[in-house]
């Protein structure tokens, strides 16, 4: 299975950006597709976005949808193994661990995960 490491976490202040990287182990077009979730305290975790092995992303409404300008832009590097967050215009309630994840084939679950990184903006 691909190994996940997230990096890029922090603390910043709202409407800052902040870009998260994700360092596989393995090619980012192995799997069928690969993508950041995030979990809030109290809440339940979250796709944030992804990208499937021929390029399709997909985002949650609460940070791309097609009546507001994308906040999120997830990317990758594949010369780098690694896979991208641009988080742009945060926003308090962006505050959560957000994980890299990866899911092998189309009918399986997101089955291999990061150990997550914390985002934390402030007000």
């Known amino acids: 299975q691909v190994q996940l490491v997230e990096s890029g976490g922090g603390l910043v202040q709202s409407g800052d950006s902040l870009t998260l990287s994700c360092e596989a182990s393995?090619?980012?077009?192995?799997?069928?597709?690969i993508g950041w979730f995030r979990q809030a305290p109290q809440k339940e975790r979250e796709l944030v976005a992804s990208?499937?092995?021929?390029?399709?992303?997909?985002?949650?409404?609460?940070v791309a949808n097609r009546f507001t300008i994308s906040r999120f832009t997830i990317s990758r590097d594949n010369g780098k193994k690694t896979l991208y967050l641009q988080m742009n215009s945060l926003k308090t309630e962006d505050t959560a661990v957000y994980y890299c994840?990866?899911?092998?084939?189309?009918?399986?679950?997101?089955?291999?995960w990061g150990q997550g990184t914390q985002v934390t903006v402030s007000s």
């Open positions: 393995e090619s980012t077009y192995g799997p069928y597709a």
């Open positions: 994840a990866a899911r092998g084939i189309m009918s399986s679950p997101y089955n291999n």
């Open positions: 990208i499937t092995r021929d390029g399709r992303r997909t985002y949650a409404d609460a």
